[in-house]
């Protein structure tokens, strides 16, 4: 078992998070998530750029560890120019297995779900 | 597997351990080597004796950095057992007397479980908050002090902040209502004067490896005085006046001494270097917007400057600082993910305490180390800024 914390595929993500900041000016319609949890203090926000009924491009911005950052990189690079309603369907397992995220941190995953979902809710409402 | 070469690590995390000075290294390698000094001090023959006087030589010269009498130390295995031996040994000792102790929740694990554990047992603690500064004002520990308190305990320098507690105040108080006073040097000893020959302290606790020495070796002054005595831990043979029974570690001790000698020869050299080193960073790091130092800085061992930044997650800032070997929090706690006790303590709140990095320098930590550490640490707030929220509550 590696001593390591952090595989490759988080410090890649963490490292040069290409979809972390906030919604470009251009797209006045992006949509935004935000969802936090108190134990860990960890808090994180989806924005949909959107394209129509498509999503043209997720950002991100989150408060919370290197796995649960790389885990919104890798859920945003994933989505882009799906439907919204895809992101009802975060793949959480495959997610930790990718990111090696260990087991005490399955709180932070489905924060992400969570943010996930309240993104698709808000873009369906506003369709 | 990951193939990619791992960076050079720039280690400024002294307060965890130091790098074991070449001298001292020296020394132990000639008692482990062909014809060292090997033997058990504790045999009579000539070998034995060669190591009992290496033993007595190295006491002597911690009783020297200390400013005691070498029968007033013991060796053990380092400042946790030592803190145990002391803590446990006396409130066991004196429990006839009386079960009340007084501590501070901002002690190190060793001190604070230990009491924790006499708690458990059926002492009563009383756990004294520091203020804002992390200090503890002589009045709030004579207003606390009742007529069963039988011990105090209370650090020279936090391991967190680097925070130095008033240790003559304190002890004149404690002398004052016949308490024992039991000090944790940890960070101190080797770093800082201590001289135990004008100090009111009873029992005080050190370890080798925070200045230069090796790990794995400490030591307990326990004063000369009838009224200090403690009760063992453990029981064996009859060495270290049977305090503190076993197999004396020849080379171990050697090295303290031999760490110990150097530090006395260097301490006010050393001293002004991570001084200028302290300056150097903080000047560096002042103007990051949100960082603020913790600790008072007036009364704060230089060697050790701990800030915190608004706005950013810790785990994510250790990760982001890499090869920066920091500590986030006390190292001894950073496994367990809760942000600091010790900060808490102070009153930051949890984001902020979890945000905190402990920057620790010594001896042999050179100007350009801490240049990349202003520039690491400036480029990880930086770019975790550019991912994390901006706080709007």
């Known amino acids: 078992m590696s001593m390591e914390p952090y595989n490759d595929a988080v410090r890649r993500r963490f490292e040069n998070p290409r979809h972390a900041g906030d919604p470009d000016a251009r797209y006045p319609a992006a949509v935004i998530a935000e969802v936090s949890e108190s134990d860990a203090g960890c808090r994180v926000r989806l924005a949909a750029e959107m394209d129509g009924n498509e999503i043209h491009r997720l950002r991100f911005r989150v408060f919370g560890c290197p796995h649960l950052i790389a885990a919104a990189e890798e859920l945003c690079s994933r989505f882009q120019g799906k439907a919204p309603q895809a992101l009802q369907d975060v793949p959480v397992a495959q997610l930790m297995e990718l990111l090696e995220v260990p087991v005490e941190k399955t709180g932070r995953m489905l924060l992400l779900e969570d943010a996930a979902h309240s993104l698709a809710r808000a873009i369906l409402a506003g369709c | ?393």
């Open chain 2, 1 to 393: 597997m990951n193939d990619k070469p791992t960076p050079h690590p720039v280690y400024l995390d002294d307060a965890a351990t130091t790098r074991l000075d070449p001298l001292v290294a020296d020394v132990m390698c000639a008692c482990l080597s062909e014809g060292g000094t090997f033997a058990n001090p504790a045999s009579i023959h000539i070998a034995g004796r060669a190591s009992h006087a290496l033993v007595e030589r190295a006491r002597r010269q911690v009783a020297d950095l200390l400013h005691t009498i070498p029968r007033t130390l013991i060796f053990t295995s380092g400042a946790t057992e030592s803190d145990n031996l002391a803590i446990a040994g006396a409130a066991h000792f004196r429990a006839y007397r009386g079960r009340h102790l007084i501590t501070m929740p901002t002690e190190h694990k060793a001190v604070a479980d230990c009491f924790a554990a006499l708690e458990r047992q059926g002492f009563e603690v009383s756990w004294l908050d520091p203020d804002r500064d992390g200090l503890l004002a002589a009045s709030v520990l004579e207003a606390a002090i009742r007529k069963d308190t039988q011990l105090v305990s209370v650090m020279h320098v936090n391991n967190e902040t680097g925070v130095i507690q008033d240790l003559h105040a304190i002890g004149e108080c404690c002398r004052r209502h016949g308490v024992l006073f039991h000090c944790d040097a940890a960070q101190s000893a080797g770093k800082l004067p201590i001289d135990l020959s004008e100090l009111p302290v009873d029992l005080l606790s050190l370890t080798a490896h925070k200045f230069y020495g090796p790990q794995g070796i400490g030591a307990l002054y326990v004063a000369d005085r009838p009224e200090c005595h403690i009760q063992p831990l453990m029981h064996g043979g009859g060495q270290e006046r049977r305090l503190r029974p076993g197999t004396l570690a020849v080379h171990q001790i050697a090295g303290f001494g031999a760490a110990a000698a150097i530090a006395r020869e260097r301490q006010s050299a050393d001293l002004a270097h991570v001084r200028r080193l302290n300056e150097r960073l903080w000047s560096g790091i002042k103007a990051v917007p949100g960082i603020a130092r913790n600790g008072t800085r007036a009364h704060t061992f230089p060697g050790i400057l701990n800030v915190s930044v608004t706005g950013i997650e810790g785990e994510s800032l250790m990760l982001a600082l890499s090869p920066l070997c920091v500590a986030s929090g006390s190292a001894c706690n950073s496994q367990s993910g809760e942000s600091s006790y010790v900060l808490r303590a102070l009153g930051l709140d949890d984001r902020l305490a979890q945000s905190a990095i402990r920057f620790s320098f010594g001896r042999f930590t050179q100007e350009s180390e801490i240049d990349f550490a202003i520039a690491r640490y400036i480029a990880a707030v930086s770019h975790l800024r550019g991912i994390m929220p901006a706080l709007t509550a």
